[in-house]
Antibody
């Protein structure tokens, strides 16, 4: 079955760079059509889509955050990595990675458990 | 960005009630509308995709309808495990955007 799990620091300081890793199983990110996205949720607030990477290494970013985000994949390790620069307290959120529900783009049928990242000095 | 507006933001209902949640898009999104359920402390769970298609494993008491800008999620007979927050999401264009959520509470 498909599983995803996020990992990374629980606490980062303002201006630092955040690096999150999504480790998955049950599918291959080298299979045609597959993509993995990152989505975040500030405490008590709604969800915000951040970025996605496709099997062919094509990438999409939320325009409002594009200058701060980089998404990459390591197919051999079954991992997707998201980096976010210049972290601010408003970036405090639970960060999720999610699997695309083929063949529909931007629809997510499997999600990781999420990892809470707090930005504070 | 396409803005998604849900109503109500919260509601109280009893087990067995019929519950309807609405979602409005700021521009036409055809049928590129999805619904997720999120329970406290958990990740979202896909219920409905493409406005009216039931995700595998989701009970048939959940249904979705609508197209263009106006959409509805209906729970035909509310069950204890349905108390949660529900989000609509448009998948028409980048960035995909979510509604503010509707919290369904026990009456």
């Amino acid at each position: 079955q498909i599983t995803l799990k996020e990992s990374g620091p629980a606490l980062v300081k303002p201006t630092q760079t955040l690096t999150l890793t999504c480790t998955f199983s049950g599918f291959s990110l080298s299979s045609s059509g597959v993509s993995v996205a990152w989505i975040r949720q500030p405490p008590g607030k709604a969800l915000e889509w951040l970025a996605l990477i496709y099997w062919d290494d094509d990438k999409r970013y939320n325009p409002s955050l594009k200058s701060r985000l980089t998404i990459t994949k390591d197919t051999s390790k079954n991992q997707v990595v998201l980096t976010m620069t210049n972290m601010d307290p408003v970036d405090t959120a639970t960060y999720y990675c999610a699997h695309r529900r083929l063949p529909f783009d931007y629809v997510y049928d499997y999600w990781g458990q999420g990892t809470l990242v707090t930005v504070s000095s | 960005d396409i803005q998604m507006t849900q109503s109500p933001s919260s509601l109280s209902a009893s087990v067995g009630d019929r519950v309807t949640i609405t979602c409005r898009a700021s521009q036409s999104i055809s049928s590129y509308l999805n619904w997720y359920q999120q329970k406290a402390g958990e990740a979202p769970n896909l219920l409905i995709y493409a406005a009216s298609s039931l995700q595998s494993g989701v009970p048939s008491r959940f249904s979705g309808s609508g197209s263009g800008t106006d959409f509805t999620l209906t729970i035909s007979s509310l069950q204890p495990e349905d108390f949660a927050t529900y989000y609509c999401q448009q998948s028409s264009s980048i960035p995909p955007t979510f509604g503010g959520g509707t919290k369904v509470e026990i009456k």
